[in-house]
């Protein structure tokens, strides 16, 4: 039975003449490189190119009527140059995506993706056809309430001219694609459809009979007890069955000695209304999309399924959490006991994700001491700032003392770059700390001040610095006796567009990092 979350059959293609194609979408930076079988289609370009003068311009896509292929339909989509100071492998990726697109709405069902290798980007070919699966990606609810459009095209063919690296490299497309479309599954459908309980669910269905151990706690006495800050969140969301929060739990272990232990905590917030700090002014549409990270800690779970890496343990929790606005809300000026026993008052109930995740990592913590070589991660849509700081397109890595001794973030940064899903990198400093120090003898911890994110300084950088000290991570750094490497993920600018499809970041760039070098 087909797997409904891929979304199309990858089919490697030995001859671009191939008559079961209906479209041949051609990326290349210049029409020079099309050469042996391909040399058809270079001359039928190079004749276009004298009625076009725009031809390898980027952004530009040419649709040609030809004979010389069987299905007639012959689309250009030019990177561009790849030779300046900013141009990077995503040129692919963009290219692919526009030459799809236009494949599809000219009728295409089995469209055939032409990707040369280019030796100046290793990955380029990977990249490119990543880019062009995002195209062809179809939300859940279309699935399951259309289901005659429950996918664009039927199959997706690949040629390069060394066949050999299509087909070796088709488990690892269809591994990373199918742990970007549970990323979007969950991540971009609407705060009903994927609400607490729904998620816990699609988890499971997801998992079931699979090599992933799944785990759900939803009892608010347990919230209570194991979860405080978190129970605050679910206080008022709580007292409606069908958005009661959830912790899921997934376990991965792979064959072979363990030498890495990933423990990830996701931020999942399945609807942000600010709570009581209502986000007013119009600015809550789109926060239904507050639960990526968790979304991408569940994605990277099916990477892990698929690829199955040897010789690494990850442990992972998505904090599925309704922040709802009621009589029943946790409200600015509440003192709170954390798990790690640090009394934190609530400065702004808008800052609910880092309450989600701070207690679950607290936990993840604990567990950490007795794992080999463990690696403590949050990730989270968290903050305005971190989009306003590094743009739209960039996911944000900031490491602890342990984490940054072993250059974390630059290598997280490096296999990001390689694989088209960037990162930025920032630091947590003193002045993050002090910014979450209590300011009266009442609390240990301010968890917020009462300004938008965008406004503060250092937005992205403090919510770090406070998870850090309301888990008691505080008592694992470089100076302690059991030093404990933790990152944390800002993905608010790398998500995606809204209104628009989720992208699945960071799920590449951490099976860049972490799996695909231990896979045979």
Not at 8 to 24: G, H, I, R
Not at 77 to 92: E, I, K, Q, S
Request: proline share 6%.
């Amino acid at each position: 039975m087909t797997d409904i979350r891929v979304p199309c059959t990858l089919v490697p293609c030995l001859d671009v003449a191939d008559a079961q194609y209906d479209a041949v979408v051609v990326v290349t930076d210049s029409i020079d490189k099309l050469t042996g079988n391909l040399e058809n289609i270079k001359a039928v370009l190079q004749d276009y190119e004298h009625v076009d003068g725009k031809l390898e311009n980027p952004g530009f896509v040419h649709f040609i009527k030809t004979d010389v292929v069987p299905s007639k339909r012959l689309i250009f989509a030019p990177t561009g140059p790849l030779n300046r100071d900013y141009d990077d492998v995503r040129r692919f990726a963009d290219a692919a995506n526009r030459g799809i697109n236009r494949a599809v709405a000219a009728g295409s069902n089995n469209p055939l993706l032409v990707r040369p290798v280019d030796d100046s980007f290793p990955k380029a070919g990977l990249v490119t056809s990543l880019g062009a699966m995002q195209v062809l990606y179809v939300p859940i609810e279309v699935r399951e309430d259309v289901p005659s459009r429950a996918r664009k095209v039927n199959n997706l063919g690949v040629w390069c001219n060394d066949q050999t690296r299509v087909v070796k490299a088709l488990p690892i497309l269809n591994g990373l694609e199918k742990g970007r479309s549970v990323c979007r599954d969950i991540g971009g459908s609407d705060p009903e459809r994927m609400a607490a309980p729904r998620v816990a669910q699609y988890v499971q269905d997801v998992f079931k009979g699979t090599c992933i151990k799944v785990n759900i706690l939803s009892d608010p006495e347990v919230f209570k007890k194991e979860y405080p800050l978190l129970a605050a969140v679910n206080r008022s969301a709580g007292c409606v069955e069908r958005h009661r929060g959830h912790v899921i739990f997934l376990e991965y272990v792979g064959e072979g000695d363990i030498d890495t232990t990933l423990l990830l905590v996701g931020k999942g917030i399945t609807y942000d209304t600010g709570g009581a700090d209502i986000k007013a002014g119009g600015v809550m549409a789109g926060m239904h999309r507050d639960k990526c990270g968790a979304a991408a800690v569940a994605g990277f779970f099916q990477v892990l399924d698929s690829l199955k890496p040897k010789g690494l343990k990850v442990l992972g929790a998505m904090s599925m959490v309704r922040n709802s606005v009621g009589s029943e809300c946790y409200v600015a000026d509440e003192i709170i006991t954390s798990r790690a026993g640090v009394r934190v008052r609530v400065g702004n109930t808008d800052a609910e994700g880092r309450m989600v995740m701070a207690d679950v990592l607290c936990q993840m913590k604990e567990k950490a001491l007795n794992e080999v070589n463990p690696h403590l991660f949050t990730i989270a849509t968290l903050t305005g700032h971190a989009i306003r700081a590094m743009g739209p397109n960039y996911s944000i890595i900031l490491d602890n003392g342990p984490a940054s001794k072993e250059q974390t973030s630059q290598k997280m940064q490096a296999a990001g770059s390689q694989y088209g899903d960037p990162f930025e990198i920032s630091n947590i400093r003193r002045e993050d700390y002090e910014f979450h120090k209590g300011k009266s003898e009442y609390e240990d911890v301010l968890q917020c001040n009462n300004v938008p994110s965008t406004m503060t300084p250092r937005g992205h950088q403090t919510p770090a610095a406070f998870m850090i000290m309301a888990s008691g991570l505080d008592k694992h750094g470089i100076d302690s006796e059991r030093p404990l490497k933790y990152s944390h993920m800002d993905i608010a600018g790398s998500s995606g567009p809204f209104p628009g499809v989720p992208t699945g970041s960071p799920v590449v760039a951490m099976a860049a990092r972490y799996v695909l070098d231990r896979v045979a």
